[in-house]
């Protein structure tokens, strides 16, 4: 069962997904794959969902002394004719402070703002693993 894509001039969004979690307040990252099939790059300014109070850009610093850290970003580059992969392990975005416990196999419809193809509502899964 995946998640039906979500589409933006020429941008989809598809499987769109955060984990489960019965904390309230939560940091969860978001897990999606963005397509972009414009010949210009676009860029994510902006992600909000009804579960969460707020969410950030983020980007993973793999390099320097110690473990990788988190970092926020203006805005999240997306490529011309191509894909680009949201994960915890790189560039993404960040849910903070979800509102409620998140059940496995729930829906929530989200809201995306691309630079130059306009908002969007996303469709986000809650499963387990990717």
């Known amino acids: 069962m995946g998640c039906v894509p979500a589409l933006a001039g020429d941008i ?3 499987h769109a997904s955060v984990a489960p979690t ?6 969860i990252p978001l897990r999606m ?5 414009a010949a210009e790059a676009d860029s994510l300014l902006r992600f909000r ?5 707020f969410s950030e850009r983020v980007t993973v610093d793999k390099g320097g002394e110690g473990p990788p850290s988190k970092r926020p970003v203006q805005a999240i580059a997306l490529k011309a004719s191509g894909e680009t992969e949201l994960t915890p392990e790189g560039m993404h975005v960040m849910l903070l402070q979800t509102r409620q416990p998140l059940a496995a196999g729930e829906r929530f ?3 995306a703002s691309f630079r130059k193809a306009g908002s969007l ?3 986000v899964e809650v499963r387990a693993g990717p």
């Open 49 to 53: 969902c009804p579960f969460a109070n």
């Open 121 to 123: 509502e996303v469709p």
């Open 109 to 111: 419809t989200c809201a």
């Open 33 to 37: 794959t963005i397509l972009n099939r």
């Open 22 to 27: 019965e904390k309230v307040g939560a940091d």
């Open 12 to 14: 989809d969004v598809l």
